[in-house]
C-alpha cells in the first residue's frame, strides 16, 4: 500500500492537558479530511503521504567481503541496530530458508507500524544478520508470528513512547537441541541461540516493521532489551507444570512464548525460608511505583530462581496460590500516586476507586494476568517484568519437520 495516505500526529499526546488534546484532535481531523480528498495524498506536513514501509534486507546483498567494510555499508543502508552484523549473502540466506522448508517468498504476516511485508526470505536475511544458525530460524518464524497476534498489540509497542519491548520465552524439547540457555545468567549474555535470536526478531521489527529510533518508534528513553530479549524456561527445576502447559500445549512440545516487558525488576530474598516470607518479599518489590502496570493494570510476569519455586513447592503452594496471594499483597496506597496520577488512573482502572475498597490499587486487575516462569540458576534472586497496555502474552508451538503450521493460545 505505497500510496497510502498517512497523517503525522504531533507526538507525544499522552502528557497533554485536554484542551491542548482537542486542539490537536481538530487539527489532525482537517489533515485526514484532506487526505482522503487530495488526488496526490498529504501527510500533514507538507510531505507526499505514500510513504513505503522500510524494507530493510528484502534479498540476499550484496557487500563488500572485508567484515569492517561490510559493517560501513550495512549500517549506511540503515540495516543493523548499531552493532556489527553478518552480510546476508545469497548462500546464507538460502540455508536459513531451507531450514524453515517454507518457499521464500512466502509471506509470514504484515508487521506494524508502515505494514511491511515479512515475506520468508527477508525474516532469514534479518536471522543470518543477527548470527542466526539456521537451526534457529523456526524459533525465529514462530516467535514473529505470535507478536503479530492481534492481542499482542504489537502495533503499540513498535511506537509508543514507553520503553517497552518484546520479551521470548522458549519451551520445551528445542531449549536442548539448540542450546538454549535457561539456567544461569539466564537474563545475561554468553549464549549464541538466546543473543541471536533475540536480536534477529528486534533487527525484524525494525528493518521489515519500520521501527526506526526516533521516527516511528517513539521510546522516551528505550532499554538494553531492545538489542535482545531471549530466555528458557528451566523446565528441569520447576516444580509446577511450565508455562506452555499452561497455555494449552502438550508437555513435550516446543513452544515460544512472547510478552511485553518495560524492565526487569530484581527481588532479593535469601534470608525468607517460608512462602509468607518471600512473597511479602516479592509483593513490595511489585508494588513500586512508576511502572505502566499502575496505569493500565496489565499483565506482569515473575521469573521466579529455582530456589524461591522450591521453597513455595515445600510449602504446598501452587501457581495460583501464589498468584491469588501477590494479587492481593502487591498494592499500591492511594497515598503513594499524585493527585494527578490517581485522577488519571480511577479514569482507566475506576474498579479500584469504588466505596469500600481501602486497600489500594493492585499491581493487575486480575490474578491471573501475573504469569510465572521458572528460570535461572543457584541463588535466591528472582525477577519482576511489568508489561504495558493492551499487550497479552502470545504462544505458539514451533512446527515439527514437516509437521502442521503452529496453532496459537492467545
Not at 522500510?54 to 541496530?81: I, Y
Amino acid at each position: 500500500m505505497a500510496n497510502l495516505p498517512l497523517v503525522k500526529v504531533p507526538h507525544p499526546v499522552g502528557s497533554l492537558a485536554l484542551d491542548a488534546l482537542k486542539s490537536l484532535a481538530d487539527s489532525a481531523l482537517n489533515n485526514v479530511v484532506t487526505a482522503l480528498t487530495c488526488a496526490d495524498g498529504y501527510a500533514g506536513n507538507g510531505e507526499a503521504a505514500g510513504i513505503e514501509a522500510k524494507a530493510g534486507p528484502g534479498a540476499p546483498s550484496s557487500v563488500p567481503a572485508t567484515p569492517g567494510l561490510a559493517f560501513k555499508e550495512l549500517l549506511g543502508r540503515g540495516w543493523t541496530d548499531g552493532l556489527p552484523v553478518i552480510p546476508p549473502s545469497c548462500e546464507a540466506v538460502q540455508e536459513m530458508i531451507e531450514a524453515s522448508g517454507l518457499k521464500k517468498d512466502e509471506l509470514l504476516g504484515i508487521i506494524p507500524p508502515l505494514n511491511g511485508r515479512a515475506t520468508v526470505e527477508k525474516v532469514a536475511a534479518n536471522a543470518v544478520m543477527a548470527g542466526c544458525l539456521p537451526a534457529f530460524f523456526p524459533v525465529v518464524i514462530t516467535a514473529l508470528k505470535a507478536m503479530m497476534q492481534p492481542s499482542f498489540n504489537l502495533n503499540g509497542i513498535q511506537t509508543t513512547t514507553s520503553n517497552v519491548t518484546s520479551l521470548t520465552i522458549i519451551n520445551g524439547p528445542c531449549r536442548q537441541t539448540l542450546n538454549v540457555n535457561y539456567a544461569s545468567n539466564v537474563l545475561g549474555q554468553g549464549w549464541r541461540a538466546n543473543s541471536t535470536i533475540g536480536r534477529a526478531l528486534r533487527l525484524i521489527l525494525a528493518n521489515i516493521g519500520g521501527a526506526a529510533p526516533g521516527i516511528y518508534d517513539k521510546a522516551t528513553l528505550g532499554q538494553p532489551a531492545k538489542y535482545t530479549f531471549c530466555i528458557g524456561e528451566n523446565e528441569e527445576e520447576n516444580p509446577w507444570e511450565p508455562l506452555h502447559v499452561e497455555r494449552g500445549f502438550e508437555k513435550g512440545a516446543s513452544a515460544v512464548s512472547v510478552c511485553g516487558c518495560t524492565g526487569v525488576h530484581s527481588i532479593v530474598d535469601m534470608a525468607s525460608k517460608t512462602p509468607k516470607g518471600i512473597l511479602t518479599t516479592m509483593a513490595s518489590a511489585m508494588a513500586a511505583g512508576g511502572s505502566s502496570n499502575w496505569v493500565y493494570g496489565c499483565e506482569c510476569l515473575v521469573i521466579m530462581c529455582p530456589e524461591h519455586a522450591a521453597v513455595f513447592s515445600a510449602g504446598g503452594y501452587t501457581k495460583d496460590d501464589i498468584r491469588q496471594e501477590l494479587f492481593k499483597k502487591a498494592r499500591l496506597a492511594f497515598d503513594k500516586f499524585s493527585e494527578e496520577n490517581l485522577e488519571l488512573i480511577a479514569k482507566r482502572r475506576p474498579r479500584w476507586f469504588q466505596t469500600g475498597e481501602s486497600e489500594g490499587v493492585p499491581v493487575v486487575d486480575r490474578a491471573e494476568d501475573i504469569w510465572i516462569v521458572v528460570a535461572g540458576g543457584k541463588g535466591p534472586k528472582s525477577a519482576f517484568i511489568p508489561s504495558w497496555t493492551d499487550v497479552r502474552m502470545s504462544t505458539l508451538a514451533v512446527p515439527s519437520e514437516g509437521g502442521p503450521a503452529p496453532r496459537c493460545q492467545c
